[in-house]
């Protein structure tokens, strides 16, 4: 069966320090990838998604950067945090049919940025 | 562009009442999807609908889509202190998924 891997859970970093976020799938080849970012009580915000290796979409302009350097490894990073990058992140994957497939998340990071 | 949304965007029920949240496009879904995020945890897939009029049960959980395929609906029938979360619709207008905002269930006991 496919599991989804995300770390670490929790996350307390300063402002204008780097980011490292990543995610690994199991149990399937070639998934469609995507980053989330979800503030407290707040929908889900597209982030990043991957139909491949080193194939990224950016859904909107933000501090964050997304890498798949792997088939089944997504990693999400930024150069230096801001404020506003706190959130709950998630990662989740969906199989290779189609953007339009079911998509099964990981349980998430929750990064507090001081 | 394209959205999905989704009332109401809180709802407070009586343990044993029932609930019903809304998910409208204004465009044509392939398929609409229902999740439920417990708090502190992560969007779990609940289901599927594809055909136009499609209805589908779980339990206590009723999903329907619409003839159209724009709008979609997720009935609680008695709901439990355990049905208490986030229900979010996800239909793909295009090529991608797009969630609707959420609407957060709150059970008294």
């Known amino acids: 069966s496919q599991t989804i891997h995300q770390w670490p859970a929790t996350l307390v970093q300063p402002v204008g320090s780097p980011l490292s976020l990543e995610c690994t799938v199991e149990g399937t080849s070639n998934p469609n990838l995507y980053w989330y970012r979800q503030a407290a009580g707040r929908g889900l915000q597209l982030l990043f998604y991957?139909?491949?290796?080193?194939?990224i979409s950016s859904e909107v302009p933000q501090n964050l950067s997304a890498s798949r350097p792997q088939d089944r490894q997504f990693i999400l990073s930024s150069k230096k945090l801001l404020l506003s990058d706190s959130g709950f992140y998630l990662c989740?994957?969906?199989?290779?049919?189609?953007?339009?497939?079911?998509?099964?998340f990981g349980d998430g990071t929750r990064l507090s940025i001081l | 562009g394209q959205q999905v949304m989704q009332i109401p965007q809180y709802q407070h029920v009586q343990e044993g009442e029932d609930f019903t949240t809304y998910c409208n496009s204004s465009?044509?879904?392939?398929?609409i999807q229902w999740y439920k995020q417990r708090p502190g945890g992560h969007p779990v897939f609940l289901i599927q609908?594809?055909?136009?009029?499609e209805v589908k049960k779980q339990k206590r959980l009723t999903f329907q889509f619409g003839e159209a395929k724009k709008n979609s609906s997720l009935h609680i029938t008695a709901t439990q202190t355990t049905d208490v979360g986030t229900y979010f619709c996800?239909?793909?207008?295009?090529?991608?998924?797009?969630f609707g905002g959420g609407t957060r269930l709150m059970v008294k006991p």
């Open positions: 609908l594809v055909k136009s009029g």
């Open positions: 991957s139909v491949g290796i080193g194939q």
């Open positions: 996800a239909g793909a207008p295009g090529n991608m998924l797009t």
């Open positions: 465009t044509t879904l392939s398929n």
């Open positions: 989740a994957w969906s199989g290779v049919q189609g953007g339009s497939q079911p998509q099964h």
